[in-house]
């Protein structure tokens, strides 16, 4: 490619609209089922031609390195040993997602990544190729090249199309602190998991409204998640008590959410929950994909 080409892709978050923890697997890892959606909170990625690599970050959280710990920097790292190349280009990350709340931000960058540098690189690989990979760097990164809904099983590497997606409108509550998925998941039991019907039984449910199914999702690891920041548990009960509406943990925390049909309904969410908790989190209203 010429030394003017530019690649640009969005990276959107995901909710986990239901996350069921199966048991413990032998590799060490948990078996999960979870009902995925994606959502138009979007990080963006640019990929130039360069004769060296170079990462530079766009972002308000000091947290977010462009160092090789990044997974931007450690897709392009297992790619280019993969076409037996050198790991050249220019990225530019402009991260929106915030980090450490379960949104899935830094995988989607990482999914992205293989796929812009596919595309520079003149690999041109497909995304049955590239998805192997993405599932050597994490867990969760494979779910980003499957549909916008999609149900996940194994440690995330399964992928299946949901019968059904969620149209509809999604409230975010973003605390200023962060969980460690390993920390939560260290600290998981199943004895003090949720009781909750099963997702196969949401799914029967689609003639049912926002606000009705909303009461039926879960999250098997917020009792976890909750223990570990005692403030986050809080936090869910006060926006549950001002908006009215279920509200649910995404992943391994720390990001909370609502879901609602109409725009307006989510609006009016929002106002009502940010009286109530002003400068305590940050509250978004997105949409799904």
């Not at 990625?45 to 690599?53: D, G, I, K, V």
Request: aromatic share 6%.
């Amino acid at each position: 490619m010429s030394e003017s080409t530019v690649i640009r892709i969005d990276a959107p978050a995901k909710i986990n609209l239901t996350l069921a923890i199966l048991g413990k697997r032998p590799d060490g890892y948990h078996e999960l089922e979870s009902w995925v959606i994606r959502i138009d909170l979007c990080d963006q990625l640019e990929f130039r031609p360069s004769n060296r690599w170079s990462l530079a970050v766009d972002s308000r959280d000091p947290d977010v390195t462009s160092d090789d710990n990044n997974l931007v920097a450690r897709a392009a790292t297992a790619l280019a040993r993969h076409a037996d190349r050198s790991q050249h280009a220019q990225v530019t990350l402009r991260k929106r997602i915030p980090s450490g709340a379960g949104l899935g931000g830094g995988s989607s960058d990482a999914a992205a990544t293989l796929r812009g540098l596919s595309a520079l690189w003149n690999l041109n690989w497909p995304d049955e190729r590239l998805v192997q990979i993405a599932a050597e760097i994490g867990s969760d990164i494979p779910c980003f090249f499957g549909p916008s809904s999609a149900t996940i099983r194994g440690r995330g590497e399964r992928i299946e199309p949901a019968v059904a997606g969620w149209p509809g409108w999604v409230g975010l509550i973003v605390p200023p602190y962060k969980l460690a998925t390993a920390d939560v998941y260290r600290r998981f039991s199943p004895s003090r998991a949720p009781s909750h019907i099963s997702l196969a039984e949401i799914r029967r449910m689609d003639s049912h409204g926002a606000q009705q199914r909303g009461l039926l999702l879960f999250n098997d690891l917020e009792p976890a998640a909750f223990a570990l920041e005692p403030r986050l548990a809080q936090l869910r009960e006060t926006a549950q008590n001002a908006g009215g509406r279920a509200v649910r943990m995404t992943g391994s925390g720390s990001c909370l959410f609502s879901v609602f049909d109409s725009h307006q309904e989510a609006l009016t969410w929002q106002r009502a929950v940010q009286q109530t908790i002003p400068k305590i989190a940050e509250v978004l209203v997105v949409r799904t994909l």
